[in-house]
């Protein structure tokens, strides 16, 4: 899922995601790319039912790769601006 939370998911979104993420466990493989930290996604989840299912289903199983706090689209943004 690319992008993942850059926007504040709707209730008929995390529903969506949730069906998804059901469907998919222990069947495929899914990968979130985002500009977010991994302890921020509950909330931004709304922090609800949903939020706490979704998150189960993520962090079970799960390999993180961390990429570190350099966010390239600021540097980039401050290569054209300079």
Not at 5 to 20: A, F, V, Y
Not at 60 to 68: A, K, L, P, S, Y
Request: hydrophobic share 35%; net charge negative; charged share 25%.
């Amino acid at each position: 899922m690319d992008e993942w939370l850059l926007d504040e998911p709707t209730e008929s979104t995390r529903s969506m995601q949730l069906e998804l993420l059901e469907r998919r466990y222990d069947q495929a493989s899914t990968v979130f790319c985002t500009q977010y930290a991994q302890k921020d996604w509950h909330q931004r989840l709304g922090s609800g039912v949903h939020a706490d299912a979704i998150m189960d289903r993520i962090v079970n199983n799960t390999i993180w790769v961390e990429t570190g706090g350099h966010n390239m689209r600021e540097h980039t943004a401050g290569q054209i601006t300079a």
